[in-house]
């Protein structure tokens, strides 16, 4: 069964591309550097410099959707306690039992 991408794996799937494609500029403009200066070093600089700018702009984005999607399951986590406290009392009290017993096993 094939599950559909979320926005969130598109969004790392999308990052993670985009670091690749800056370490491999980084790679290319310290070649460059190396074996010659003047106008490619700085057409490769300013390249690395726009993929610096573009992966910067993908990290806040992907923070501002985590800081979104974090906020929202705290607010609806809280509202479903304050509806059903007992079990969500319960829930807990089972997840807690559950980890000692792991934790006493070692």
Request: net charge negative.
């Amino acid at each position: 069964m094939e599950s559909t991408p979320t926005p969130e794996l598109t969004a790392r799937e999308d990052l993670v591309a985009n670091l690749k494609h800056l370490v491999g500029d980084t790679e290319q403009l310290l070649k460059r550097a190396s074996h010659s200066a003047g106008q490619d070093y700085d057409s490769a600089l300013q390249g690395a410099a726009q993929q610096l700018r573009r992966a910067k702009a993908e990290f806040l984005r992907i923070e501002e959707d985590a800081i979104f999607h974090a906020k929202h399951a705290a607010h609806v986590t809280d509202r479903a306690v304050h509806e059903h406290p007992y079990a969500a009392m319960g829930v807990a009290a089972g997840i807690g039992f559950l980890l000692g017993l792991l934790i006493s096993r070692r």
